[in-house]
C-alpha cells in the first residue's frame, strides 16, 4: 500500500484547510485510515482515523473534536477538514493506515505511512 497526502498549506487563525490522503496498491486489507501530526519540537499525536472497510467509525483527538472532521471520499481515499485552525495546530500532518481505527486512535498502531504534508497557522 502507498499513501498520497495532499492539501496542506499557511492559513490564518480560524480559517480552514483539508488535507487528502489517497491509498493505491493492495489496499484490500485497509480497515482504518488516519492522521497523526509532529509540531516542531513535539513528538507525533494522533489526530483522527476513520474505517474504510464495513461501518464507519470515526475517532478524534480531544485537541480537535468539534473542529476537525475526518471522512471517506471513496473507499481508498479520506478528506481531514480542519476548521477554525488556530497556530497550535501548526504541524507536520501524515496519514497512516491500521488495521482497525481504534488501535490507531488508542494505541497509536499503524501499518503504512505517507508523507507528510505542513500545516501552517498563523495567529
Known amino acids: 500500500v502507498q499513501l498520497q497526502a495532499s492539501g496542506g498549506g499557511f492559513v490564518q487563525a480560524g480559517g480552514s484547510l483539508r488535507l487528502s490522503c489517497a491509498a493505491s496498491?493492495?489496499?484490500?486489507?485497509?480497515?482504518?485510515m488516519g492522521w497523526f501530526r509532529q509540531a516542531p519540537g513535539k513528538e507525533r499525536e494522533f489526530v483522527a482515523a476513520i474505517q474504510v472497510g464495513y461501518g464507519d467509525s470515526r475517532y478524534y483527538a480531544d485537541s480537535v473534536k468539534g473542529r476537525f472532521t475526518i471522512s471517506r471520499a471513496t473507499p481508498n481515499t479520506v478528506y481531514l477538514q480542519m476548521n477554525s485552525l488556530k497556530p497550535e495546530d501548526t504541524a507536520i500532518y501524515y496519514c497512516a493506515t491500521a488495521p482497525a481505527p481504534q488501535l490507531m486512535a488508542k494505541s497509536g498502531v499503524t501499518d503504512v505511512w505517507g508523507q507528510g504534508t505542513l500545516v501552517t497557522v498563523s495567529s
Open positions: 496498491g493492495r489496499t484490500a486489507r485497509t480497515v482504518g
